[in-house]
């Protein structure tokens, strides 16, 4: 007989690459793994997995059945959420968000969801709006949120506040406080996020509309990077201006006067169409009540 227990190591062993891991992850040990695939193996008299390889790496039998098992599983969410009310719905519900929600409002809407979900266990990662994407896509997140840049009928859009970014440099790095021209910012060292980056390619979008080419480019898929890069005054960089209020205020940093200002970010909450749900809907609206990005960033001191 089959078991959701036998189901679950054999979906954790794929996801994270190894039996230690997986036993981590539910909480188990590593014999209790091992004897869930022996029996998975006893049932259907098939090898799992192939003992001549020192990773965890499923047979062809193997692979169909991590792909039926994942169907177990979803069903098995599927009738909890539905069948459960908020207080009492326990299953894990995998987040997705860049940088910027990390360091200012995803702990707002975690506190939300527990409140209102206290048995739910949530799980955040913050990865680049391509990575999250990919992992929404392949089913090993359930709702990501990002700059708003992505279009398919495949996911549910919720569409969020936006991010207000100036370009921004050390009072030292441009001393004038007069206007600057594309043709004298193109001679400047730009930090910028590479196209992994939802911001990065909402940018390079508008850099190709309005005709401005960075010849001194300098780029980062990391926000706290590109920050600690201008901070260090290496180059300009647009930055989120009610996020880092701190560094305008004390004058470590500046906004300079180029005109056309930058286009405003928008962000959104994606997930899947063909897993909606009251739990779905629910995170959405938590999603729209918590989102604020006018907080200082985290740990930008």
Known sequence: MITFKQVEALYWISELGNFAAAADKLNTTQSAISKRINELESVFDIEVFDRSRRNAKLTEKGTELLALSKDMLDMRDYVLERMSSPETLHKRFRIGVTELTALTWLPKLVKLIAHNYPKLIIEPQVELSSTLLEKLANDS?????????????????????????????????????????????????????????????????????????????????????????????????????????????????????????????????????????????????????????????????
């Open 141 to 301: 997140l359930d709702m990501i949120i990002v700059p708003d840049v992505y279009e398919d009928t495949a996911y549910k859009v919720c569409r969020l506040k936006t991010v207000k970014n100036a370009w921004m440099c050390t009072p030292d790095y441009v001393p004038t406080d007069g206007p600057i021209d594309f043709e004298s910012l193109s001679k400047l060292n730009v930090l910028t996020q590479s196209n992994l980056s939802g911001t990065g390619v909402i940018y390079e979008r508008w850099f190709l509309q309005n005709g401005f080419k960075v010849t001194r480019k300098l780029l980062s898929n990391s926000l706290v990077a590109q920050i600690g890069l201008t901070l260090s005054g290496i180059g300009i960089s647009y930055l989120p201006i009610s996020a880092m209020k701190k560094h305008l205020d004390s004058g470590s940093l500046k906004i300079l006067d180029i005109t056309p200002q930058l286009p405003e970010v928008r962000y959104a909450a994606l997930h899947r169409a063909d897993r909606d749900s009251k739990l779905y809907s629910d995170v959405i609206s938590y999603a729209s009540a918590s989102c604020d990005f006018d907080g200082v960033l985290i740990g930008a001191s």
